[in-house]
């Protein structure tokens, strides 16, 4: 077994914090060696006015924290796109570094008469082009586990966490497949060669590593975080998902999908100290050491698998910590 664990830092691209969260943050960052973290579409979320959002977080963090927003679908009249292209300039003006996309597009978002608004919609393209335009990353969640798009019983792998969240089941016939929406996604990557694209969780298909190695392969301006889905990634053969991290070392990036603040971990900051490092120890271990049977980070939410450590090289460790977000994400340094 491995016995150095974790001995430097990193940079975790997917968190969402509240702005009144940010010095829980800090002392997590310093617990955990984490250089930078990439904070997303909070700020819209819960309605808090831009500039206020970044005000906390620069006074608290500074450089260390980058912002992504994502875009409001209140107004959903002709031009919403337009519009929202120059909302993305305006912030990026001001600060911000990208622009993230919530499942929400696709599955709930409508347009004015009331129409689902689909991922490729081309109503949106004037939005996928400005990011390109700017020289920032899109990173886009569509979809989710395929298990939430199945029906809902106990033959349902994730029917834990399902009764907990029911909002998060999205079998019934007003909701798009979970094919039918990862199409829809790839096709704006097609679309937008000139824009770059995250797909959160393992481009939101860890259970078919093929699928997102054909993505991959197919379109070079798309990448995946790793973000709540190390217990998905864990599930194949060893072999595979470690052959998979190193032929795509260049276009996985590690972020955790750590919410703090909106009703999670609200104001039990210091005895949750411990859980935090828990949690990131977990990432740590799996992609670091040869462990076996080990609970994946969160369990058991998923699922009460246990999966297996892929020991990373330490060269593919360093771009999946820090330098692949580095060379997507304006603001993260060296
Ligand atoms: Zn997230």
Redesign the pocket.
Known sequence: MTTTLHNRSAVDA?V?VHPKMVGTLLDIMEANNLSQVVN?GILEVLGIPFQEGMRAFRKALGERMVYLPAPEFRDTSPGFGERMAEELERKVEAGACGLKIFKELGMRHKDADGNLIPVDDPRLDPLWAKAGELGIPVLI?TADPVAFFRPLDENNERWEELQEHPDWHFAGPEFPGHDTLLAQRNRVIARHPGTIFIG?HLGEYPEDLAYVDACLDRYPNFYVDT??RIGEIGRHPVEEIRAFFLKHQDRVIFGT?L?LGCGVFDDRAQEDMAEFKHFYDAHWRFFETEEREIEYPGFPIQGRWRVDAINLPDEVLEKLYLRNAQQLIPGLQE
């Open positions: 997917h969402h997303l969640h959160a973000s709540a999908d919410v």
